[in-house]
Nanobody
Framework: QVQLVESGGGLVQAGGSLRLSCAASGRPFSNYAMGWFRQAPGKEREFVATITRTGGSTYYAVAVKDRFTISRDNAKNTVYLQMNSLKPEDTAVYYC???????????????????WGQGTQVTVSS
């Protein structure tokens, strides 16, 4: 079992920044790729970003590329999502997730992931 706990959400004005954290426990952190997803009210949950086990490769949704940065600290069992230049359309509940399977590609789909956190709310005011 893996437990994932997100933190760092909150209310921020458009153009501002937030850094989300996701602390993992239960299994060696370096054994799994990590991802961030988000779900806005009335919408499907969508992919935001993913990072490989070593942190050597990342991939972003077009909507957040060049504004958000995913990173991880395997010594601290934590993955981060630095969000800059926030827009009202970034308002959502943000979830981190863990993928244990070794793939020849980035983990971009919800069904790629085995464990999920409870989510943290990010609200961007205009």
């Amino acid at each position: 079992q893996v437990q994932l706990v997100e933190s760092g959400g909150g209310l921020v004005q458009a153009g501002g920044s937030l850094r989300l954290s996701c602390a993992a426990s239960g299994r060696p952190f370096s054994n799994y790729a990590m991802g961030w997803f988000r779900q806005a009210p009335g919408k499907e949950r969508e992919f935001v970003a993913t990072i490989t086990r070593t942190g050597g490769s990342t991939y972003y949704a077009v909507a957040v590329k060049d504004r958000f940065t995913i990173s991880r600290d395997n010594a601290k069992n934590t993955v981060y999502l630095q969000m800059n230049s926030l827009k009202p359309e970034d308002t959502a509940v943000y979830y981190c997730a863990a993928d244990f399977k070794y793939r020849g590609r980035h983990s971009l789909q919800e069904y790629d992931y085995d464990y999920w956190g409870q989510g943290t709310q990010v609200t961007v005011s205009s």
